[in-house]
């Protein structure tokens, strides 16, 4: 048993095995589209994808192998269509500088917004930004917000001279992903509904794992959530654990969790607990209050 314990973490197999399954089923599904219901379709679409989201973030962080190059290969192929893997992995990295986390402009995947930028907004802009601090404002539009924020950015900077790499690894393999559907007739409005939907998934995970505050235990949650949730986010539910061990597979995070003292800081019971607690109700001011100290 032990043997196998060990190739089995040696070699990630629980790592492949989800990589099998993801594209797997990604291409069981584009293949008999045609003989799916479309209101089963869209959703288990939109499920895949975001499961894909959680394997591109295991890659990213060094798994299944130590070779970036095969990790990138894995997680690069660009289902969800609207994000490069390459600005992804950047952003990402930033975002693991704890001492930065929840700083806008600062870290790149934080939800507040500068003081600055609070006091010019107009009325209906400060509505919708306290509304993406709801958990169904961030399942609804905050995609959209997201969207919007996204590619004006982005055009901006390739105006620059800047990610046109990024663009390129990512623009060539889309190419075959969009072939792909067409020739599975998969319609394009189906599949765009199921991008927004897998990124609405995303958002719940995201949407409490971090908190403006002043001690660091405040900041990163761990959200106790059971199957399929935890396999959905590859147990990047336990996000702060997550975050002292970037390095350990997903596997491993809640075995690391149940070894550690027990968590006194930022924490939920599931993700029920946090639509109890937050489905119409801000999590957070949108401004980040150390801001307006």
């Given at each position: 048993m032990r043997g196998t314990s060990s190739l089995w973490r040696r070699w990630e197999l629980p790592t492949w095995g989800v990589t099998v399954a993801i594209y797997g089923s990604w291409t069981v599904l584009t293949l008999g589209w045609a003989t799916v219901p479309i209101w089963v379709a869209v959703p288990a679409m939109g499920w895949l994808l975001a499961w894909h989201g959680s394997l591109q973030h295991e890659t990213i962080h060094g798994h299944p192998t130590r070779n970036r190059w095969i990790n990138s290969s894995l997680g690069g192929v660009p289902l969800a269509i609207w994000l490069p893997?390459?600005?992804?992995?950047?952003?990402?990295?930033?975002?693991?500088r704890d001492e930065d986390l929840t700083i806008p402009a600062v870290d790149p995947e934080s939800?507040?917004?500068?003081?600055?930028?609070?006091?010019?907004?107009?009325?209906?802009?400060?509505?919708?930004?306290?509304?993406n601090h709801?958990?169904?404002?961030?399942?609804?539009?905050?995609?959209?917000?997201?969207?919007?924020?996204?590619y004006p950015a982005e055009m901006k900077a390739l105006a620059r001279g800047e990610h046109v790499g990024a663009w390129i690894l990512h623009l060539v393999p889309l190419a075959g992903v969009v072939a792909w559907l067409a020739w599975c007739g998969v319609p394009a409005w189906a599949y765009a509904i199921a991008v927004y939907l897998s990124i609405s998934i995303t958002m719940i995970r995201s949407f409490a794992e971090h908190k403006a505050a002043q001690e660091a235990t405040g900041r990163t949650a761990v959200i106790e959530a059971a199957w399929p949730m935890a396999i959905l986010f590859l147990y990047?539910?336990?996000?702060?654990?997550?975050h002292a061990r970037p390095d350990l597979p997903w596997f491993d995070l809640a075995a690391f969790h149940r070894s550690q003292p027990e968590w006194k800081g930022l924490a939920y019971r599931g993700y029920t607990d946090v639509l109890g607690r937050?489905?119409?109700?801000?999590?957070?001011?949108?401004?980040?209050?150390?801001?307006?100290?």
């Open positions: 893997y390459e600005l992804y992995r950047s952003s990402h990295i930033v975002h693991h939800y507040y917004v500068p003081a600055d930028d609070w006091m010019k907004a107009t009325g209906v802009t400060r509505a919708l930004l306290v509304f709801t958990l169904l404002g961030r399942f609804t539009v905050g995609p959209a917000i997201c969207l919007w924020r996204f990047n539910n336990l996000h702060a654990r997550h937050f489905l119409w109700k801000p999590v957070d001011r949108p401004v980040r209050f150390m801001d307006l100290a």
